[in-house]
Nanobody, 126 residues
Framework: QVQVVESGGGLVQTGGSLRLSCTVS????????MGWFRQAPGKEREGVSC????????YYADSVKGRFTISRDNAKSTLYLQMNSLKPEDTAMYYC???????????????????WGQGTQVTVSS
């Protein structure tokens, strides 16, 4: 059984930083691309970032480019999202997901991701 578990969310002030982690079990983690998504109340889910199976290629939503960094440690079956210079508009539930494929693309469509975590809340106060 595949399990995807996010951690690291919390409350932070504008300009602060957080690092999210996502641990995956029951899956050959290094065979698949991974992604981070977020959903704010009343808004649609959006792709934040994704990373290819070897970690060599990454994509970011325009809204987070230059502030967020995605990375992975295949030996630990863990995905990370370093979030710096946080803004109130970054407030959302953040989800980790495993792609069906070893390579993701800039579209980051949710339908391309097979396994999802329960999410971790990030709240940025102004």
């Amino acid at each position: 059984q595949v399990q995807v578990v996010e951690s690291g969310g919390g409350l932070v002030q504008t300009g602060g930083s957080l690092r999210l982690s996502c641990t995956v079990s029951g899956l050959n983690f290094d065979d698949y691309a991974m992604g981070w998504f977020r959903q704010a109340p009343g808004k649609e889910r959006e792709g934040v970032s994704c990373i290819h199976w070897r970690g060599s290629i990454t994509y970011y939503a325009d809204s987070v480019k230059g502030r967020f960094t995605i990375s992975r440690d295949n030996a630990k079956s863990t995905l990370y999202l370093q979030m710096n210079s946080l803004k109130p508009e970054d407030t959302a539930m953040y989800y980790c997901a495993a792609d069906y494929r070893p390579q993701c693309d800039y579209v980051m469509a949710g339908a391309d991701f097979r396994y999802w975590g329960q999410g971790t809340q990030v709240t940025v106060s102004s």
